[in-house]
Structure formats: structure tokens, C-alpha cells
């Protein structure tokens, strides 16, 4: 069973930066398309970035220019190093594959964006 376990997350003032880390058990990103998504108070679950067994990569049009994702396989965990975050980025973030499997949920991380 693969598990993703997140984390990174916190408090930061708008204008910050904060990188989150994904970190999997079993070699699965040589397979899987990973996604970093989030759920924000009151809204869906959404897919904001995304990087494939190949390396590219892909984002919400609402992160686009502020945030990355990146690989390390060796260390088997994903990051997502987010810069100029806006209240509006406040929201549980969680990484899955691409398409998500159920299973695969973790229990995220909180990402906090106010003054």
C-alpha cells in the first residue's frame, strides 16, 4: 500500500514563501504522474501542480508563476516550494497521483496565508 506523508506547512504572512514536501513510500514516481492539490475552507479539492514520471510539469492557472514542483527520486518525495502566497492560497494541501487514487490520501498539510 503507498502512503504519501506531507508535510512543511504553516503560518506566513501574504508575500512569503513556504516549501512543502511529499514524501512516499515505495519507488512510485518512476510511475505514477504526481499532483500536489488543496482544499480551502469551504471549496473543492483542486489539482494545482503536477509532474510526470517524466519531468514535466504543469499548473493551475491560479499558481502559475508562483509555485514549483519538483522530484527527487532518490529520496522518493516531492516538493512544492510556493513564493509570493496570497490568502487566497490558505488551504490543506496534499500530494496523490495524477489521476488520484483514493487510497493514496494523506492527511495533508495546512497552509496558513495571513497578516
Known amino acids: 500500500q503507498v502512503k504519501f506523508v506531507e508535510s512543511g506547512g504553516g503560518l506566513v504572512q501574504p508575500g512569503g514563501s513556504l516549501r512543502l514536501s511529499c514524501a512516499a513510500s515505495?519507488?512510485?514516481?518512476?510511475?505514477?504522474?504526481t499532483g500536489w492539490y488543496r482544499q480551502g475552507p469551504g471549496k473543492q479539492r483542486e489539482l494545482v501542480a503536477t509532474i510526470t514520471s517524466g519531468g514535466s510539469t504543469n499548473y493551475a492557472d491560479s499558481v502559475k508563476g508562483r509555485f514549483t514542483i519538483s522530484r527527487d527520486n532518490a529520496k522518493n518525495t516531492v516538493y512544492l516550494q510556493m513564493n509570493a502566497l496570497k490568502p487566497d492560497d490558505t488551504a490543506v494541501y496534499f500530494c496523490?497521483?495524477?489521476?488520484?487514487?483514493?487510497?493514496?490520501w494523506g492527511q495533508g498539510t495546512q497552509v496558513t496565508v495571513s497578516s
Open positions: 515505495g519507488s512510485i514516481f518512476s510511475i505514477y504522474a
Open positions: 496523490n497521483a495524477v489521476p488520484m487514487i483514493m487510497a493514496y
